[in-house]
């Protein structure tokens, strides 16, 4: 095949997904447009253009959605947990069957390479399949009551309509991350995508709705104005829960519009993650997970690796090898073979990471590679390494949400944790050393939810993910992911038998 063939070819792949995806709003298991008639664009972050547009949900559209989660809400209930767990599994093998579809269109959407795209449609698939198996193993209990006068019977049930509202970075995974539990659990759902990045969950709700599930547990209303379309329904006391992925800022106001009618809520919000480097570490496992920590979606992830964080006797080594392996990395559309970093989402996310390498090296951090943005069309941004960067710049405070490694040098054990804690977040720490009972006490002192102990990379279906501080609150994933859609019931039975 010749180039100009070749080209052709993937430029009709490229339509051909973002023809099959639905744009409407799905509500009530229809798909239909906003009551408005307006619509959003969705670009390319690689070239700035429009890929298509979707419609625009406004709180009419907003209400509608809530109404028929309300409607479908205790028949759904009532649906066999085997049943229900047969649905998540009959999505997870649909998924999985359109994996190259489904990445490339994520790819589109949002940036990142294809093989990144292909790994996170399989982890998005994982919470299905997780989820499925959990939706059998929702248990209870009877017991004596300690003076025999009475039995106790606990059972779970759903918690009821939930709100979901999920980030533009993992698209299709924060969606499973909450629709697996939600389902498993017996709740019908209203779901917020980001704006930037709704093609991936209109996918995933098509392909539910083919998986069988009843018409009106999952609706979708894609929004540019997301603040007027979900606070009515937070308010409004007839939805139950609310699960939010997204920045601490955000979190912070939807806790206090949750807090009218004592919604229960679950949230992973932003991170500051430390990655710490000890002088005993295995430097070439050390520079392999703080590759895969900082660099895992060009950096735009709340786990991604923020701070580093490198005793000084092998500071400067850690900095060559890590200098050599991020100027390696290959930049450009994530569709083009060999890409190894795609751009960062859209214009404000690219000049976020411009201001905060400006302050650093104007504070007198030192570059090593990057430390620029790309040239041409798309939002791109240079892999880079700063060193000698001050506990001051402001990119060790704010999450940099881009392809920038800061190393900053400690001498003692104590002055690493103190700086790794020094922070309102507690998501994620990394922590690389060979000493065993380093390696203990110092995962015991770290101030996170969750530690990445010689590994970067934490997130696991079978795993409880989240934080702790200003991180969030709550956990999803894990056996105890299915808990936050659940409420616990106890039953006091008076017992006549003594």
Known sequence: MTNSAATSSATADEARVVDAVPTGLFIGGSWRPAASGRTLTVDDPATGKALCEVADAGPEDGMDALAAAVAAQQSFAAVAPRERGEILRRAYEVIMERIDDLSLLMTLEMGKPLAESRGEVAYAAEFFRWFAEEAVRIDGGYAVAPNGASRFLVQKQPVGVSLLITPWNFPMAMGTRKIGPAIAAGCAMVLKPAAQTPLSMHALAAILAEAGLPDGVLNIVTTSDAGGVMEPLIRDGRARKLSFTGSTAVGKLLLEQASEKV???????????????????????????????????????????????????????????????????????????????????????????????????????????????????????????LSEVPLEARLTSEEIFGPVAAISVFDHEDDAVAAANDTEYGLVSYLYTENLTRALRVSERLEAGMIGLNTGLVSNPAAPFGGIKQSGLGREGGSVGIDEFLETKYVAIGFAGQ
């Open 263 to 385: 919604l229960k809520t679950s949230m992973e919000l932003g991170g500051n993650a430390p990655f710490l480097v000890f002088d005993d570490a295995d430097l070439d496992k050390a520079v392999e997970g703080a590759m895969l920590a900082k660099m895992r979606n060009m950096g735009e992830a709340c786990t991604a690796a923020n701070r580093f964080l490198v005793q000084r006797g092998v500071a400067e080594e850690f900095a060559r090898r890590l200098t050599e392996k991020m100027g390696a990395l290959t930049v450009g559309r994530g569709t083009d073979d060999g890409v190894q970093v795609g751009p960062l989402v859209d214009a404000k996310g690219r000049d976020k990471v411009v201001e905060l390498v400006r302050d650093a090296v104007g504070r007198g951090a030192r570059v090593h590679v990057g430390g620029e943005p790309g040239e041409g069309p798309g939002y791109f941004y240079r892999p880079t390494v």
